[in-house]
């Protein structure tokens, strides 16, 4: 053979070796060699896993940003506002209204719904976290209804029967499994929840259903059709929301509905006396404040142990902690699953509560979910640049151009309808949007007559104001510089 020959047999399979020497791997190369190796790029990561582990990575940093912030505040109890160290938190301190929920806000949804799964605002996290927040607010109703024994929260034994037992009342749809009583999309297989349901097109629009959900029903089938988290009330006889759910019209869809106000308890509250016994009873503080000297460290140890030999009940808590929170050493928050009422449990206030007067639970429960709010920051969706943000009293704009660059605009008011009829003073809209931005919780629908008729299509934004530039996705297309009338609602904002 001539070197040019050899080579191009050395490097190939296809010269034949007649079956001589070792087995050899289905994809080709060297006798027995694994091919992968003649690539002199394979040593390196792929772009699947080099995104993968940048997600890891960012889902590490949020459950982390939630560890700091109990602990930078002491669960909300000593904020230094003007702080360097605290700078990260200001802004949210100074502008409560973006906060999901905690120290200042009043009762709110919590869940991971419209914040898209991944980058940017990981609603997987979120979540996951609704859940570390759902079993503090549990625990919060059952001390209420001690305190107030005519309180009927568990007049079914509902939370017995259901959430402690990871049963959802008649079952769950596809894509989707039960957690602690209520229905959750299989996200590590890729389903959003989108409009009450689980799918992989982030782009869906809301069905007519979602409209309307609270419809007459016989079983809860009919219900789930609609909504993952909607069944069939044997009081009604129509369609409502699981317990400890409401309708959130913003995303059209049951989320849980914390029903305590913490508007009075902000961060400038100073800590009740009965909050900063619990913070010192409170074993978790250990390993959430991390104690820097060996001495803070064994002092806590022995004294704990000391009076666990003398009281049979201080006894049973400390093997419980040993067992549930890995104390004195803490456990770290489970990134792919929900967490446990047990291991929830760890770094609550709530169970050290002693003077239990429903003030102090308030307190206490507002101040034990501050820290969560971190990981419900919803960074907004842009436009195309430079597109201008989307007024906040507005319902939508339209833009007679694909980058909002040139030409004319157009905010369109809640509940606006407009036509674009010849000789009047709207014709030079006519046939002519290129772009549409539509803001939270609204819906813009534009429609090729003038009449509000002939072909039409509709955006929906969810938690996030949603951009589309006509021309350049294949199901708008046909709408591009053809609406010459429109109209724009809005939802419980």
């Known amino acids: 053979l001539s070197r040019l020959g050899f080579l191009f047999c050395f490097f190939h399979s296809s010269c034949g070796r007649g079956g001589r020497?070792?087995?050899?791997?289905?994809?080709?190369?060297?006798?027995?060699?694994?091919?992968?190796?003649?690539?002199?790029?394979?040593?390196?990561?792929s772009t699947h896993n080099l995104d993968m582990l940048t997600r890891n990575r960012e889902i590490e940093e949020r459950f982390r940003n939630i560890k700091d912030r109990r602990k930078e505040t002491n669960y909300g109890t000593n904020v230094k506002i003007n702080s360097v160290s605290n700078i990260r938190f200001n802004a949210q301190i100074k502008n409560v209204s973006q906060k999901a929920f905690g120290l200042g806000v009043g009762p709110s949804f919590i869940g991971g719904a419209g914040m898209g799964l991944w980058e940017p605002n990981f609603g997987f996290v979120a979540g996951l976290v609704s859940f570390s927040v759902y079993h503090r607010y549990v625990l919060f109703k059952k001390l209420l209804h001690q305190l107030d024994h005519g309180h009927q929260w568990n007049e079914t034994q509902y939370y017995e029967s259901y959430y402690e037992k990871n049963v959802c009342i008649g079952g769950c749809p596809a894509h989707s499994h039960c957690e602690w009583g209520i229905c959750e999309c299989d996200t590590l297989e890729g389903y959003n929840?989108?409009?009450?349901?689980?799918?992989?097109d982030i782009k869906r629009s809301p069905g007519k259903d979602n409209y309307a959900p609270f419809v007459p029903c016989i079983e809860s089938s009919t219900c789930l059709s609609i909504d993952k988290n909607l069944i069939c009330s044997n009081q009604t006889g129509k369609c409502t929301c699981r317990r400890d759910m409401k309708w959130r019209e913003q995303i059209m869809e049951c989320q849980i509905y914390i029903d305590v106000d913490c508007i009075t308890v902000t961060y400038a509250t100073p800590p009740s006396s009965a909050v900063l016994d619990a913070l010192e009873r409170n074993p978790s503080k250990i390993y959430i404040h991390g104690y820097s000297r060996?001495?803070?460290?064994?002092?806590?140890?022995?004294?704990?142990?000391?009076?666990?030999?003398?009281d049979p009940t201080l006894a049973r808590e400390l093997a419980k902690d040993i067992v549930n929170c890995n104390w004195p050493h803490g456990k770290s928050v489970p990134t792919r699953r929900t967490e446990s009422q047990e291991e929830n449990s760890c770094?609550?206030?709530?169970?050290?509560?002693?003077?239990?007067?429903k003030e102090d639970l308030v307190e206490a429960f507002c101040r034990d979910i501050d820290?969560?709010?971190?990981?419900?920051?919803?960074?907004?969706?842009?436009?195309?640049?430079?597109?201008?943000?989307?007024?906040?009293?507005?319902?939508?704009v339209v833009y007679d151009s694909h980058d909002c660059s040139g030409g004319w605009s157009l905010q369109i008011e809640r509940g606006e309808q407009r036509r674009f009829r010849y000789f009047s003073s709207d014709w030079k809209y006519r046939n002519d949007i290129d772009t549409v931005g539509v803001r939270s919780g609204c819906t813009f629908t534009g429609f090729s007559g003038s009449s509000f008729d002939g072909s039409r299509f509709s955006l929906t934004a969810g938690l996030t104001d949603r951009w589309v530039v006509l021309g350049e996705e294949s199901q708008y297309q046909h709408m591009d510089q053809n609406i010459e009338s429109l109209q724009c609602v809005c939802r419980g904002l």
């Open 21 to 45: 020497g070792r087995g050899r791997s289905h994809g080709g190369g060297f006798d027995g060699v694994d091919p992968s190796l003649l690539d002199p790029w394979s040593f390196l990561p």
């Open 193 to 200: 929840q989108m409009w009450g349901r689980c799918v992989k």
């Open 294 to 310: 060996s001495r803070e460290l064994v002092d806590a140890i022995v004294k704990r142990k000391s009076e666990a030999k003398k």
């Open 347 to 357: 770094t609550s206030l709530l169970s050290y509560i002693e003077r239990k007067q």
């Open 371 to 396: 820290a969560y709010s971190v990981v419900f920051q919803v960074k907004e969706t842009s436009g195309p640049q430079p597109c201008p943000k989307i007024p906040t009293t507005s319902c939508a």
